[in-house]
């Protein structure tokens, strides 16, 4: 079966660096998204690999190795308002996507 | 441009009623998607709709059903509801013709069926 794994939760301190994993055994691969999603609201768009390497996008980076099904998300430089959910999915051969349980990031001052 | 809308936002249903929940993308997109979300899970897709005339089925389909006249709207009805589709509904667009093809997600419909 398909299957994405995440940490359930995980705790940073402000102005620290945070890595969240991302883990994937899917049929095919057509890339993996990282979205992000405060309590109560709906999750939006934070990253996309496909190719193997590294995506920075300000105070987030987005990791890829496709030969070994795993993904990380860089947070740097955290800020309170970064306490939120963040949701790894991978899009499979079928073109639909695979979602994790989500990653459920505190931060403290 | 409101990007997607949802409606209600939130909603208590009595077991074996009827319900639809509304939704309207502005952004022209071609594919649109209804997930469901509960605690401790990941977002499960229940029926999805790759452009305006085509739906398919997702992950969790029983009990729900769509259809897409047109580009822009993408009702999820429930026809006789019970208490396990209790839970946060998003709908959720994304353009399949170009880049990523991320989602894009409207606010969720809260739905409590007692």
């Known amino acids: 079966g398909q299957n994405i794994d995440q940490p359930t939760e995980m705790t940073a301190t402000e102005g620290a660096i945070v890595q969240i994993n991302c883990t994937y055994q899917?049929?095919?691969?057509?890339?993996l998204f990282w979205y992000q999603q405060h309590a109560g609201e709906a999750p939006t768009f934070l990253s996309y690999n496909v190719l193997d390497g590294l995506e920075e996008k300000g105070r987030f980076s987005s990791f890829l190795s496709r030969s070994k099904g795993y993904s990380y998300l860089l947070l740097k430089e955290l800020q309170m308002k970064d306490s939120a959910s963040y949701l790894c999915?991978?899009?499979?051969?079928?073109?639909?996507?695979?979602w994790g349980a989500g990653t459920k990031l505190i931060i403290k001052p | 441009i409101a990007g997607i809308t949802q409606a209600p936002t939130s909603q208590i249903l009595a077991a074996g009623r009827r319900m639809t929940l509304r939704c309207t993308q502005d952004m022209r997109h071609n594919a649109m998607y209804w997930y469901r979300q509960d605690l401790g899970l990941g977002l499960r897709l229940i029926h999805y709709s790759n452009t305006a005339g085509t739906t398919g089925k997702g992950e969790v389909p029983d009990g729900y059903s769509v259809s897409r006249a047109n580009t822009d709207d993408f009702p999820l009805t429930l026809a006789s509801a019970v208490p396990s589709q209790t839970s946060v509904y998003f709908c959720?667009?994304?353009?399949?013709?170009?880049?990523?093809?991320?989602?894009?997600f409207g606010e969720g419909s809260r739905l409590t069926v007692l």
């Open positions: 959720a667009s994304s353009d399949l013709a170009g880049g990523p093809g991320e989602l894009f």
């Open positions: 899917t049929s095919g691969f057509n890339g």
């Open positions: 999915a991978v899009r499979d051969s079928n073109y639909q996507l695979i």
